[in-house]
């Protein structure tokens, strides 16, 4: 039992803290908002540069060789700062989707353009109904011709896809009555992409896909075998999630602790009312069990062949703990937190993705019950 | 980063269940566990004697004093195993409390005498601190002991003292110094119970049990050599304990024990339709609710034995695992209440469990109150571990307004 950092996790957490905190400021984060893309080419490159877009990338795909709990790591400081962009989008679902289904040619083409920051990635999965179950995939289907593939769906929920470079898209397989992901460039001719306002500047948008040709070597993995990798994929994106939320929650912990040590009432800090203590405290306890519920899956996820309920546990209790978090913040910062000029309601915006994307609450704690064998 | 134990700590865990399963009277699956404070004390009593040839009861202990001087994740797992198997026989206040603290303070002879018998699993020892007027601030606590030259002298009343009626010797902290400041002027004794000056009365809670007592101390004369470590500094002396294992990892694993038992239950109960009671959608969300507040606790305890096994002192971590455990000790006994359905309010064998579940719930009231209450534990959190100004130091200037 080790529940400390490793030497390359301390030292990879305090580099991304200084260059987070320094290039990544609230006015950043604000003006990313309206920002198309979500992130400046300048961070962009900056990234690649110090290894993080290829973070998982192994050696031969010209990466840095990190395991996932390593990302885990640097997400809990990107949420920290508030930022969300094309990062988790290509770094973390589009390299582990590849990772886990590409062959080496398919490889070869895409992770060496994520690691140098030439390339992004978006995942087309969700449809209309917006969950994360296999039958979600119904408006989507691939079918099988002579000289490879042809395409049509409707795909909502599709994140980062403006400055995409590929799309992952998940399709229903009619042969094999399954799943099937292929890579889809995105200026292949019938795609048009639409955008769903994000509450929290998320990019998110419907994609439609229609009489879209693909060839043989754009399908990832086997045909109609792609459940098993997808939700090996979701397992990542949802403690990759709790992660940014654990982060997130010391954050507004701190602006918080800030307040409530400054901000006078009856001639004393209002952080010096018990009533307002024990609101902290609450707080407190939220942080330190979510940081633990989610280093605990990241470690499991590295390390370990079946990690699904510590994934669920984590999601689904992070999830909850960081919106009651936020909901407490409020609370003790009143009328001024509330309003657009004070940085705590971005967080609270941004919350609203973070604890949806990947499976809420409920559906990781329906996975809880059937792992438990609760029926 | 690792989430996993080592195998020399798992290699462990496995001998210990093997014992403790060998040791269990009957089926472990309608083990229930024994009242150590009631009529099984003795039995309880013959356990530890077990453990301690074992080497376990005190596993704790450095080398020198006998011990193994065992890691604190392989405490962890030896209170884990023992509170998941509902099994007796540890020893908090003399293995886990005393022992150490006269490791530190006492004298060459004082731990000669007292020792071994602990380390042999023969006596129970019990806690004097609270008293009728000083709980939560514990060290306005009055019991004066005065010096008269060859002897001390003790007079007043220790109460919530927990297994005072199965003990033969008490520590407790008394006042020796009323005039400065009230920290500064306690200091640490021992006791032995059975002093014809001292009355132990028994206190009744409202489950029906005898855990607590009111103990009486009306001119006890005590020996000189029966202070610990220097006069006056008996609190910081009691502070000594924290720095063993008190990860709380008991109150998990005896809830993981209690889930297990009460989704059995669940499972095979139909309601008057014929459905089991699981397929409930409502008692099903309980219970993974439940799974998830057993590991929130874990992962905290956990927290506690590995910061301390760093040589860190977990102040935050241990509030939160005491929060969080005792809190959990609660719904699992309302949890094991409410799906007896109208049985439960039937403490006979009438009810599921003859009625456990009850009895528990009214027994677990006192454990967020006991041991520094929730409310202690969260300004413990929001002081020392957040930085926020304590509200009985703080200066008020109130005369700024009129």
Not at chain 1, 127 to 153: A, C, Q
Not at chain 2, 204 to 227: C, R, T, Y
Not at chain 2, 292 to 304: G, N, Q
Not at chain 2, 365 to 390: C, D, H, M, S, V
Request: with cysteine; aromatic share 10%; hydrophobic share 35%.
């Amino acid at each position: 039992m080790d529940l400390g950092l490793s030497e390359i996790q301390k030292m990879l957490q305090e580099t991304s803290r200084d260059y987070l905190v320094e290039n990544c400021t609230m006015d950043f984060i604000r003006a990313m908002e309206s920002d198309q893309i979500g992130i400046s080419d300048e961070i962009w490159k900056n990234m690649a540069d110090m290894g993080w877009l290829g973070l998982m990338i192994p050696d031969e795909y010209g990466g840095s060789g990190f395991n996932f709990d390593d990302m885990s790591i640097l997400l809990e400081e990107m949420g920290k700062v508030g930022l969300s962009g094309p990062f988790f989008s290509t770094s973390v679902i589009g390299v582990q989707a590849l990772l886990l289904s590409g062959d080496k040619a398919q490889k070869k083409e895409v992770l060496p353009k994520i690691a140098s920051g030439n390339l992004k990635i978006s995942l087309a999965f969700n449809e209309k109904t917006g969950s994360f179950e296999k039958s979600e995939v119904t408006n989507t289907n691939s079918i099988k011709n002579n000289d490879g593939w042809t395409l049509n769906g409707e795909k909502y929920f599709v994140n980062d896809a403006i400055g995409a470079d590929y799309f992952i898209v998940a399709s229903s397989s009619e042969n094999k009555n399954g799943l099937s992901i292929f890579l889809v460039p995105s200026n292949t001719e019938g795609i048009e992409i639409k955008k769903m306002e994000s509450i929290g500047g998320d990019k998110i948008y419907k994609v439609d896909f229609q009489e879209i040709k693909l060839l043989d070597s754009q399908l990832l993995g086997k045909e109609g075998e792609a459940w098993d990798i997808l939700l090996k994929i979701f397992n990542y994106g949802a403690i990759g999630k709790t992660s940014e939320m654990s982060g997130a929650a010391q954050k507004v912990m701190n602006i918080t602790l800030d307040y409530i040590k400054d901000r006078k009432q009856f001639d004393r800090p209002i952080g010096s009312f018990q009533a307002v203590q024990h609101h902290a405290a609450d707080m407190a306890i939220l942080t330190k069990v979510s940081t633990q519920f989610s280093r605990k899956a990241a470690w499991k996820l590295s390390n370990e062949e079946d990690s699904n309920i510590d994934v669920h546990r984590a999601k689904s209790y992070v999830s909850n703990a960081y919106h009651d978090l936020c909901q407490i913040s409020h609370q003790l910062h009143g009328a001024i937190g509330y309003t657009w000029d004070y940085d705590l309601q971005i967080f609270t915006r941004k919350m609203q993705h973070q604890k949806l994307a990947y499976g809420d609450s409920n559906f990781h704690q329906k996975k809880i019950s059937n792992l438990l064998n609760l029926k | 980063m690792k989430y996993k134990f080592n195998n020399e700590d798992e290699l462990f865990r496995q001998e210990l269940r093997s014992w403790i399963r060998n040791e269990i009277p009957g089926d472990f699956n309608n083990w229930q566990g024994i009242d150590e404070a009631g009529d099984d004390f003795e039995y309880s009593l013959e356990v530890r004697k077990k453990l301690a040839k074992k080497g376990w009861l005190t596993m704790a202990w450095p080398k020198d004093y006998g011990g193994q001087g065992a890691s604190y994740m392989k405490q962890v797992i030896f209170n884990e195993e023992m509170s998941y198997h509902r099994m007796p026989g540890r020893d908090g206040f003399g293995a886990k409390m005393l022992g150490p603290t006269l490791m530190v303070h006492g004298s060459e002879e004082q731990k000669k005498r007292f020792l071994p018998p602990i380390a042999n699993g023969e006596v129970q020892w019990c806690q004097g601190y609270s008293e009728p007027d000083s709980g939560s601030d514990l060290a306005s606590l009055k019991l004066k002991v005065e010096d008269k030259g060859d002897h001390w002298l003790a007079n007043g009343t220790k109460v919530w003292t927990s297994m005072a009626h199965k003990a033969s010797w008490i520590f407790f902290l008394g006042r020796t110094d009323p005039d400065v400041p009230k920290h500064k002027g306690i200091s640490f004794f021992l006791a032995n119970i059975k002093d014809s000056n001292i009355e132990v009365k028994p206190i009744i809670n409202m489950a029906g049990i005898h855990h607590f007592n009111q103990v009486i101390f009306e001119n006890v004369k005590l020996p000189k050599d029966a202070l610990i470590g220097e006069l006056n500094k008996g609190w910081y002396i009691a502070a000594t304990l924290l720095d063993f294992e008190r990860s709380g990892v008991e109150y998990p694993a005896s809830a993981r024990r209690s889930f297990e038992e009460i989704v059995d239950f669940v499972k095979n109960k139909k309601n008057s339709s014929g459905i089991s009671l699981i397929n409930d959608p409502y008692i099903n969300k309980t219970l993974v609710d439940l799974d998830l507040e057993i590991e929130a606790a874990k992962l905290v305890a956990y927290e506690v034995a590995y910061l301390q096994s760093k040589g860190k002192i977990p102040s935050i971590e241990g509030s939160v695992a005491k929060i969080l455990g005792t809190q959990l000790a609660q719904k699992v006994a309302k949890i094991g209440t409410d799906f007896s359905g109208l049985y439960g309010q039937i403490s006979d064998s009438y009810a599921p469990f003859d009625g456990k579940y009850l009895k528990q719930q009214l027994f677990v009231t006192a454990y967020t109150i006991f041991a520094g209450t929730t409310e202690i534990q969260k300004n413990i959190i929001a002081t020392r571990g957040l930085g926020l100004p304590r509200e009985d130091k703080l200066k008020v200037n109130n005369k700024q307004e009129s």
